[in-house]
């Protein structure tokens, strides 16, 4: 393959946004803009898939202020305050440890495309994701096409297949991601991981990229009984540095399901590009100084 330009990269990034930006909104969603400060953000806490070496923070006015790891906690309060269907275009910022370079697909500022349906379950979550990747891939391949090069997409065909995590690890052992993904040719759903103590543990989800891409969403239908969230909070340790999300939760949070979809792996997987740091016009990728 002939080497990625980085205006090949911007304009499929471009055609990626576009579409999603007219995806949901097709799917009645309404853009939300993001928060990048919060005094409470995802915690990560709980999902072997993260490997953050700390929270970012920053001292302002008095307050310490986190910077965003992922909007779900704001998701969720808007939820709760009658919001239905949202979507952001969200940059978080995750200290991943250095070793997370060789995955090729941890960055850590990145955008995802995040967004969260009111009392929905996963298959709705499913059916969403199904349809926008289905149609995002097409838009690609016909819009795009200079930009691709030699590249030849495979069709994507919903719906994809679903898979218990516990089946994929009885069979392919710990590393069924990266066997799966490599084996497969189409995008699959893998259920049921160790999560975070706001994702349901049964109704819990990954979306998986083909041709050894892999992850490229991570979600779930929302833990939203209080008595649960606390328990699980506490069992994880998060209580007490989470003492505003603990207060929103007593007051009762709306059930909903949701997720997020990385654009730099989505892009990365539409060029073919070896490493995500090809696909990131300014490459923010742990273990490597950043140039400008
Ligand atoms: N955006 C994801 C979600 O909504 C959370 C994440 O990025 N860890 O579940």
């Given at each position: 393959?002939?080497?990625?330009?980085?205006?090949?990269?911007?304009?499929?990034?471009?055609?990626?946004?576009d579409?999603?930006?007219?995806y949901?909104?097709?799917?009645?969603?309404i853009?939300i803009?993001?928060?990048?400060?919060?005094?409470v953000?995802?915690?990560?806490?709980?999902?072997?898939?993260?490997?953050?070496l700390?929270?970012?923070?920053?001292?302002?006015?008095?307050?310490?202020?986190?910077?965003?790891?992922?909007?779900?906690?704001?998701?969720q309060?808007?939820?709760?305050?009658?919001?239905d269907?949202?979507?952001?275009?969200?940059?978080?910022?995750?200290?991943?440890?250095?070793q997370?370079?060789?995955?090729?697909?941890?960055?850590?500022?990145?955008?995802?495309?995040?967004?969260?349906?009111?009392?929905?379950?996963?298959?709705?979550?499913?059916?969403?994701?199904?349809?926008?990747?289905?149609?995002?891939?097409?838009?690609?391949?016909?819009?795009?096409?200079?930009?691709?090069?030699?590249?030849?997409?495979?069709?994507?065909k919903?719906?994809?297949?679903?898979?218990?995590?516990?089946d994929?690890?009885?069979?392919?052992?710990?590393?069924?991601?990266?066997?799966m993904?490599?084996e497969?040719?189409?995008?699959?759903?893998?259920?049921?991981?160790?999560?975070?103590?706001?994702?349901?543990?049964?109704?819990n989800?990954?979306l998986?990229l083909?041709?050894?891409?892999g992850?490229?969403?991570?979600?779930?239908?929302?833990?939203?009984?209080?008595?649960?969230?606390?328990?699980?909070?506490?069992?994880?340790?998060?209580?007490?540095?989470?003492?505003?999300?603990?207060?929103?939760?007593?007051?009762?949070?709306?059930?909903?399901?949701?997720?997020g979809?990385?654009v730099?792996?989505?892009?990365?997987?539409?060029?073919?590009?070896?490493?995500?740091?090809?696909?990131?016009?300014?490459?923010?990728?742990?273990?490597?100084?950043?140039?400008?």
């Amino acid at each position: 393959m002939t080497e990625l330009k980085k205006i090949d990269v911007a304009r499929v990034t471009d055609k990626v946004l576009d579409h999603a930006q007219r995806y949901f909104r097709g799917e009645g969603f309404i853009e939300i803009k993001p928060v990048m400060l919060g005094r409470v953000t995802d915690p990560l806490d709980g999902d072997p898939g993260s490997a953050v070496l700390k929270t970012g923070t920053i001292e302002y006015g008095g307050q310490n202020l986190s910077l965003m790891q992922s909007m779900i906690l704001h998701k969720q309060k808007l939820i709760a305050e009658g919001f239905d269907r949202i979507f952001i275009l969200s940059p978080n910022i995750r200290l991943e440890q250095p070793q997370r370079e060789k995955t090729g697909r941890h960055a850590f500022e990145f955008v995802q495309i995040d967004f969260e349906i009111a009392h929905a379950k996963k298959e709705d979550v499913f059916e969403l994701v199904e349809g926008f990747l289905a149609s995002v891939s097409k838009a690609v391949e016909t819009d795009c096409a200079e930009s691709l090069g030699t590249r030849g997409l495979k069709c994507i065909k919903a719906p994809f297949d679903r898979y218990h995590v516990k089946d994929l690890e009885a069979e392919f052992g710990p590393d069924w991601e990266t066997i799966m993904s490599e084996e497969n040719d189409q995008p699959f759903w893998a259920l049921g991981l160790e999560r975070e103590f706001y994702d349901d543990e049964k109704n819990n989800y990954d979306l998986i990229l083909p041709e050894g891409y892999g992850e490229v969403l991570s979600g779930g239908q929302r833990v939203h009984e209080t008595q649960k969230v606390l328990e699980r909070m506490e069992a994880h340790g998060i209580l007490e540095t989470n003492r505003e999300y603990v207060e929103f939760a007593k007051q009762g949070i709306v059930p909903s399901a949701g997720g997020g979809i990385g654009v730099d792996r989505l892009v990365r997987y539409f060029t073919g590009a070896e490493h995500v740091a090809d696909v990131q016009l300014f490459p923010r990728i742990p273990g490597r100084s950043v140039e400008f």
